[in-house]
């Protein structure tokens, strides 16, 4: 219980503070006791990277704490997509990361029982090698052009997303190059595509500053809120 007034407190404090831009309150390091604690703050917006962990956190509270959206935002896995679309609630996916997991989702669509899945394309906007996404531009073209050839659907391409570096010598630096990298990347894929509107997924609670000053739509949060 003694999570409960940081939890609320930081849960008002960004609410607030990056408005217009949109808090996903990341809860991979939180048991359900404390993202309770966030709700009844008002936050509806969650955010998960293992889709285990997702399914039974989702399961466990779907029937008493209504419309919380939940994002998944880890490394997916083709394997995981159908126990993914089948997890209640589930709203966001951020990281679509080739188009072989792009195919993936398109393919098993059907699974998903909600009425719209919104979804980003993640790129990669660092060299560190670990790092999932898209490695390249034309690369990312080759998946919108698959994404525009599909249709109607109940998959929504939202936007794009990134993280930013963590081994960097400058991290202010190297935060906002890659922030300021995927902005170009979005703004040049909606000119080459006629698109409008595509969102920004960037920064986390050590980045977030530079990722608002970019303009980003959403800004993943979880230590910061729920680690004291
Ligand atoms: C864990 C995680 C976050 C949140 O990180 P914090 O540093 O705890 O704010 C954001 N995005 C992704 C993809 C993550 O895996």
């Given amino acids: 219980m003694g999570n409960r007034k940081h939890i609320q407190e930081q849960i008002h404090k ?131 052009k698959f994404i525009q050839d599909q249709g109607k659907s109940v998959l929504n391409f939202y936007g794009l997303m990134t993280m930013g570096p963590i081994r960097t010598d400058n991290f202010e630096d190297g935060a906002r190059s890659s922030f300021k990298k995927l902005r170009e990347t979005r703004d040049q894929i909606q000119a080459d595509f006629g698109l409008s509107e595509l969102r920004l997924s960037m920064g986390m609670s050590s980045d977030y500053q530079f990722a608002l000053d970019e303009g980003t739509d959403w800004v993943r949060i979880g230590s910061a809120i729920f680690k004291e």
Avoid at 14 to 32: D, I, M, R, W
Avoid at 101 to 117: D, H, M, N, P
Wanted: glycine share 6%.
């Fill in 14 to 144: 960004f609410t607030e503070g990056l408005a217009p831009a949109k808090l996903l309150a990341v809860t991979k390091y939180s048991k359900n006791e404390d993202l309770i604690h966030a709700y009844e703050a008002g936050q509806r917006d969650f955010g998960e990277s293992r889709v285990q962990e997702l399914a039974a956190k989702a399961e466990e509270l779907q029937e008493d704490y209504q419309g919380i959206q939940w994002h998944f935002i880890g490394h997916l896995q083709s394997n995981k997509m159908n126990r993914l679309l089948k997890t209640p609630g589930l709203s966001f996916i951020h990281s679509i990361d080739s188009m072989k997991l792009l195919e993936t989702l398109y393919k098993k669509q059907e699974q998903f029982e909600g009425s719209k899945l919104n979804f980003f394309l993640e790129v990669k906007t660092t060299d560190e090698e670990e790092k999932g996404g898209i490695p390249d531009y034309a690369q990312l073209c080759d998946c919108v």
